[in-house]
Every structure is written in C-alpha cells, then in structure tokens.
C-alpha cells in the first residue's frame, strides 16, 4: 500500500444516478472539494456500459483522479475503463449491495468515503486484483462472475426491488429462481490449460470473498490481491440448500462444504445447455465465458 499519494487534485466524478442511495451527493460533493481546493466536475451514466466508457475518457483528458458514486455494477464498471492506466479510483459507495466497498473497507457514509480523498491522514492506496474478460463491453469484474444458477438469482432481482428492498431483493431473486426447479448443468472447464468437466447448478468465478456482511467470507482462502481466481461448482442441492445459496448473496457460506474448489490464473468455461452469466452483481450475458486475473491492476483509496 501507498500511504500520502494526495498531491494531484482534479478529480472526475462518475455518478450513477440510479443508485438505490436516498442522499443527496452534489452537496457532500461540493461542500468537500471545494473546501480542500480540489478541482472537481461530474459526469453521469445514462445506460449500461458508461462506466467504463466515460473512465475510459477520464483517462483522455488528464485526470489524476476518477471517483465512483454507485453500486457494485458502476464500480466494476468503472474499474473495467481504468484498467491499464495509472489513475487511481475513489469508490463512494452509492449502490444496494457495496460489497466492494465493505471488503476494502471503505467507509459507507459519503462524507467519510470522500474524506479519503480530501483528508491525505486519512487514506492510502491498495493495489487489488481485477478478472479480466474478453467483453469489450464488460472488461473486468472486482468481485466474482457466476454462471447458471447465481446468475438467474441476480437477474430476478430488478431495480424496483433493489430500490426498495436493498440487499434482500437478491434473496427474493433466488427464491423465484428456486421456484422454476434448477437443474444442474455440466461445466467444462479449461483451468490454467488443463480440462475439467464437472456437473453442478452454479459456478462461481471469485476475485473476493466478501458477500457484503461483516465477517462472512465465500472462502477463508479467496483473496483480492493474491493474483488468483477462485473457481466453485456447486453440485445439486436440496430445498434447504438452495435456500442457503439464496442467502449467500448476503453472506450465508454454509453450503459451500457442497462445492468444488480451484485456484487458477484463467478459466475458460463453457456449459450444457448454455447458462446466463453475471458479473459483479448485473447480468453479463450467456455462456461460455473465458476470465483470466490481472494481478495488481487496480489502485483504490482505502482508509489507513
């Protein structure tokens, strides 16, 4: 980590404003920049993919810094425009889940998150981990992909729900994808060149372990900065079981006693029949899908 890295101060919002966040950030915005002499503005995203889009021309106009207000789906987003560049991201947690922000502890009050950036004390940068796909659209995810099951969970969990319910809308999503009767799919996949072929309802590819609850972990052993993917197949399940993966969105790790585990730096999976795929928390599209761990590739401010 690098601690004092604060001397540049234009800083470019990126703003989701979709966020399931009630609170109003221009204010928190330009009370705090303005306060510490920093040179802002903002830009919004309209539709999917802006992200990393409008990081991407962050990056061309000369920013030092690129800052995130949204969700999990935003941050990846942005991350996925940043990615090769040496301009450091500010995550401002504005999203449902936040879970990045949680396993990098980040503060989920705006005024502290910005405080990172504004208060030189207060911070450092954390070099972490991205997966990198070959989707122009969706080039890199933070957290985990899914495919099969996790990612018909997501996909039930629309932005009305997510609004009004937060976290817990994940959990009614895989309480319908339980009521449309799983069934496992078969899983080939290409780890680091050698072939598996394996049956399971889900494959989890994750970068980190968090869920977004405090203390639970999907594994002890998956790690943000250890320049490995973490790849699981989780076999078929009983009722009680599925309701367990259900609640792993938020925590719940108990079933994956049930799973299959590697640690690889590429995966190539592809399924029969063809599975949804999500990243991140947004749906990503369909199978197969090739990842690979670009070790390092990120920096974050995070609290010191």
Same mark, same amino acid.
């Given at each position: 980590?690098?601690?004092?890295?604060?001397?540049k101060?234009?800083?470019r919002?990126i703003?989701n404003?979709?966020s399931g966040?009630?609170d109003p950030?221009?204010?928190?915005?330009?009370q705090l920049?303005?306060q510490?002499?920093?040179?802002?503005?903002m830009?919004?995203?309209?539709?999917?993919?802006?992200g990393?889009?409008l990081?991407?021309?962050?990056?061309?106009?000369?920013?030092?810094?690129?800052?995130v207000?949204?969700?999990d789906?935003?941050?990846?987003?942005?991350?996925?425009? *940043?990615?090769?560049?040496?301009?450091?991201?500010?995550?401002l947690p504005?999203?449902?889940?936040?879970? *990045?922000s949680m396993e990098l502890?980040i503060p989920?009050?705006?005024?502290s998150a910005?405080?990172?950036?504004t208060?030189?004390?207060?911070?450092q940068?954390?070099?972490?981990?991205l997966g990198?796909t070959?989707?122009?659209?969706l080039?890199?995810?933070a957290?985990?992909a899914?495919?099969?099951?996790?990612?018909n969970m997501?996909?039930g969990?629309?932005r009305?729900l997510k609004d009004?319910?937060?976290i817990f809308?994940y959990?009614?999503?895989g309480?319908q994808a339980?009521r449309?009767e799983?069934r496992e799919?078969?899983?080939? *996949?290409?780890?680091?060149?050698?072939?598996v072929e394996k049956?399971?309802?889900t494959c989890?590819?994750?970068?980190a372990?968090n869920?977004?609850?405090?203390g639970l972990t999907l594994?002890p052993?998956?790690?943000i900065?250890d320049?490995?993917?973490?790849?699981?197949v989780?076999?078929?399940?009983d009722l009680?079981g599925?309701?367990s993966?259900?609640?792993?969105?938020?925590?719940?790790?108990?079933?994956?006693?049930?799973?299959?585990?590697w640690?690889v730096?590429?995966v190539m999976?592809?399924t029969?029949?063809?599975?949804?795929?999500q990243?991140?928390g947004?749906m990503?599209g369909?199978s197969?899908?090739?990842?690979?761990?670009k070790?390092?590739a990120?920096q974050?401010?995070?609290?010191?």
């Open positions: 980590m690098i601690k004092g890295y604060h001397l101060k234009n800083v919002v703003l404003p979709s966040s009630k950030p221009l204010r928190v915005f330009n920049f303005h510490t002499g920093y040179d802002w503005d830009v919004i995203t309209k539709q999917r993919c802006d990393t889009i990081a991407k021309k962050a990056i061309q106009d000369g920013v030092d810094i690129v800052a207000y949204g969700g789906g935003t941050v990846m987003e942005v991350a996925g425009g *940043l990615y090769g560049s040496n301009i450091p991201l500010a995550i504005g999203g449902t889940g936040n879970v *990045l502890g989920h009050k705006l005024e910005c405080a990172l950036i208060q030189p004390e207060k911070s940068l954390r070099a972490i981990d990198l070959d989707d122009e659209k080039p890199a995810f957290l985990r899914g495919v099969g099951l996790e990612a997501l996909e969990a629309d009305e009004r319910y937060g809308a959990i009614m999503g309480i339980i449309d799983p799919a078969r899983y080939y *996949l290409t780890l680091d060149g050698q072939s049956s399971g309802l989890l590819i994750a970068n372990g869920f977004g609850v405090s594994d052993r998956v790690k900065d320049g490995l993917l973490d790849v699981f989780i076999r078929k399940m009680t599925l309701f993966l259900a609640a792993s969105v938020i925590g719940v790790n108990e079933e994956l006693d049930k799973a299959q585990h640690q730096r590429s999976i592809e029969e029949p063809v599975q949804s795929t990243a991140d947004e990503w369909k197969p899908v090739k990842i690979e761990v070790p390092q990120l974050i401010y995070v609290p010191v």
